[in-house]
């Protein structure tokens, strides 16, 4: 059912700053002092006394993606790049997120492409919408069509290629516990998605 949900989701709920209903921070402090006694810990003994006000922080610094608008970030172009038109592609762009269904982190590397239609964007935005959409609870599959989705439709390229390779905590720490095991998801849009031979192309570049 959820798979069914998301699908039909419009554009804007990944394109717009989400609408948020955050608790108090004593609130998240109490929750997180329940948690270290469900964990079986003393949360007044001297080591742990800090904790719920360090989480709180810390929570605040990796969940920072649904404070801010990924639209935005790619909101101001270049044209003046001398007729180029070709692939334009940001490899290895290292990011950590959390997994939406254990919270544990999902460590990984972004491989962004896109074929440009007269306007182009500055490099570090891509970055930016990656480092956006990772600092939310994710799935990798969402993620990878949610950055596809918003430079397509932002900058309105003639294609978008994304691969998104990460290791999956939820499946090194805990379940199955296989280390080092990777994933690996990939969307294509526009000219990408109905040309194979681009599709081959991006992924040797991103291989090479």
Known sequence: MDAVIKKLMPPSSYMEKPVTDRPSEAEVEAAVRTLLRWTGDNP?????????KRVTKAFREMFNGYDMCPAEELGRTFEEVAGYDDLVIVRD?????HCEHHMVPII????VGYLPDGKVVGLSKIARVVDIFA???????????????????????????VMIEAEHMCMAMRGIRKEG???LTS????????????QVRFVTMVRS
């Open 181 to 183: 095991s990777t994933t």
């Open 93 to 97: 762009i290292k990011f950590h997120s």
């Open 108 to 111: 990984g590397k972004a491989h």
């Open 44 to 52: 007044n003994r001297e080591g742990l006394v800090d904790t719920p």
């Open 187 to 198: 969307t294509f849009t526009g000219v990408f998605r109905d040309t194979p031979e681009e």
């Open 135 to 161: 600092h939310r609870l994710q799935t990798q599959e969402a993620m990878t069509a949610q950055i596809a989705g918003v430079i397509q439709d932002v900058l309105n390229p003639r294609g978008v290629a």
